[in-house]
C-alpha cells in the first residue's frame, strides 16, 4: 500500500529557513507532488507542485532528487503566521482515484 | 467570488440518519471531490467526480454516496450514519480532471455522529 510519510511536527524561529520532507517510496513515474498549507478551521491551500529537480514560487521551493522517494518543502524566512500544518499529496493513480495526503508537518513559528 | 460553499457548517447526527453535506463552486471547474479529515491525520478521498454525470470511488468509499448532476455541485451523502463517519468534512475541486491538479478546498463541514 503506497504510504507518504511526514515529521509530525517542527518548531522553527522567525526569519529562519524551515525545510519539511516527505518520503514516498512508492512514486510512480507519472505522479507530481503537491504540498499543501492548512490553517485551524479551514480547508487545505496548494502551495507548490513538482515533478523532479527544483521548483521555486513567490511562497515556497521544493526539491525532488533524482530518484524522487522524497521531497523536500522549503519555505525561506518563516514568520508567525506560516504556522500551519503542512501537508504533502501524491496522487499513485489518477484514473481510480488513488491518492495518498501525508498525515501532515505542524510547524509552529516562535518569535 | 464565493469560490466553494459547503453546507452546514457543523451538524449533530443520531447513528442510523441519513444526511446529505453540500458542496457548491461557481469556478466552473470541472472536477470535485470529497475528503473526510480525522484529528491529527491526513486527508482521505471519499469520492470524486472528473466531470458533469460522472464518479468514482477514491480511498474510504464505503458508507458514502455522490451524484454529480451538474458542474457546479457535488453533494455527499451518508444512507445511515454510524459513529466512524464522525470526522470533518472537505469538498474541493480543480479546474483539470484529474487530482494531480490543483484543488481548491471549501471550509469544511464538521460532523459528529452519536
Redesign the interface.
Known amino acids: 500500500l503506497a504510504k507518504t510519510t511526514q515529521p509530525i511536527s517542527m518548531d522553527s524561529y522567525e526569519g529562519q529557513e524551515v525545510n519539511i520532507t516527505c518520503s514516498h517510496n512508492n512514486i510512480a513515474t507519472n505522479d507530481y507532488i503537491t504540498w499543501y498549507q492548512q490553517f485551524p478551521s479551514q480547508g487545505p491551500r496548494f502551495i507548490i507542485q513538482g515533478y523532479k529537480t527544483k521548483v521555486t514560487n513567490e511562497v515556497a521551493s521544493l526539491f525532488i532528487p533524482a530518484d524522487r522517494k522524497s521531497s523536500t518543502l522549503s519555505l525561506p524566512r518563516v514568520s508567525l503566521s506560516d504556522t500551519a500544518v503542512y501537508y504533502c499529496l501524491v496522487v499513485y493513480n489518477t484514473n481510480a482515484g488513488k491518492s495518498t495526503f501525508g498525515d501532515g508537518t505542524t510547524l509552529t513559528v516562535k518569535p | 467570488i464565493a469560490g ?1 460553499t459547503q453546507a452546514p457548517t457543523s451538524q449533530i447526527l443520531a447513528a442510523g440518519r441519513r444526511m446529505t453535506l453540500r458542496c457548491t463552486q461557481d469556478m466552473r471547474h470541472n472536477a470535485m471531490y470529497w ?1 473526510r479529515q480525522d484529528l ?6 471519499i ?2 467526480s472528473n466531470t458533469a454525470g460522472t464518479t ?4 474510504v468509499p464505503d458508507g458514502y454516496s455522490v451524484s454529480r448532476a451538474n458542474t457546479d455541485d457535488f453533494p455527499l451523502t451518508l444512507a445511515s450514519a454510524v459513529p466512524s463517519q464522525t470526522s470533518v468534512y ?1 469538498c ?1 475541486s480543480s479546474e483539470g480532471l ?3 491538479d ?7 463541514t464538521r460532523l459528529t455522529v452519536l
Do not use: D, V
Open positions: 466553494i475528503y491529527g491525520l491526513g486527508l482521505r478521498l469520492h470524486y468514482g470511488k477514491g480511498e472537505f474541493a484529474t487530482l494531480t490543483t484543488q481548491y478546498f471549501g471550509p469544511g
